[in-house]
């Protein structure tokens, strides 16, 4: 089975830090996503990446970066971390299935920013 | 603008009846849709899948329907069991699912025993 795995469960920032969100995936897959979820917004996209060193925007990259310097590790950084991205994050992998792009998620990262 | 729509935020079935969830699009270039569950604290499971090529995709309890027409998808799970009752999220793609996923505001399902 593939796994995804966020380092962090729960984690909790104050306004202004520097976060580092972590994912890692086993199954060398290409292509890896950052989502956040928000009551009543379901997923959007922030940023995802096709391979090593590239990565692209997604629907509301404001606020975030990423870094790919290994295929297996896709790192979500908040530059300045602040209340309104308060969020549940989740880091998805994804390569073809018959034909399709196949997605697995980890099982998320709750972050608080007080 | 939002491109994939779950209008109903909730919806209660009794145990061992059908589930129908429905989910409308309005980008014509979707060509995968996928549906995925949802439990608190954990991350999306994906279900089953349809490419636009198809209008119906069976996988055990779970059926989904397609039509491009309408662009409307609807997810039938039945019977419904109690371990049902999550957060579905409908998701759709352009070019088979290669920029990233699409999605609904999810829909609810809480099966009554």
């Known amino acids: 089975d593939v796994k995804v795995t966020q380092s962090s469960r729960y984690l909790v920032k104050r306004t202004g830090e520097k976060v580092f969100l972590e994912c890692v995936q086993d199954m060398d897959h290409e292509n890896m996503f950052w989502y956040r979820q928000d009551p009543g917004l379901g997923l959007r996209l922030i940023y995802f990446s096709y391979d090593v060193k590239m990565k692209e925007k997604g629907d509301i990259p404001e606020g975030y970066s990423v870094s790919r310097e290994k295929k297996e590790r896709f790192s979500l950084i908040l530059e300045s971390a602040s209340t309104n991205q308060t969020s549940m994050y989740l880091c998805?992998?994804?390569?073809?299935?018959?034909?399709?792009?196949?997605?697995?998620f980890g099982s998320g990262t709750r972050l608080t920013v007080v | 603008d939002q491109q994939v729509k779950q209008n109903s935020p909730s919806l209660s079935v009794q145990e061992g009846r059908i589930s129908i969830l429905n989910c409308d699009y309005t980008n014509s270039m979707f060509d995968y849709f996928l549906w995925y569950k949802k439990y608190p604290a954990e991350g999306p499971t994906f279900l089953i899948s349809i490419s636009s090529i198809k209008d119906k995709n069976e996988d055990g309890r779970f059926t989904v329907f397609l039509n491009k027409s309408a662009k409307h998808l609807s997810l039938h799970i039945v019977p419904s069991q109690p371990g049902d009752s999550a957060v579905y999220f409908c998701?759709?793609?352009?070019?088979?699912?290669?920029?990233?996923?699409?999605f609904g505001k999810g829909t609810h399902l809480i099966i009554q025993p």
């Open positions: 998805a992998s994804s390569s073809v299935i018959r034909g399709n792009y196949g997605y697995t």
């Open positions: 998701a759709a793609s352009v070019y088979r699912g290669a920029d990233g996923l699409t």
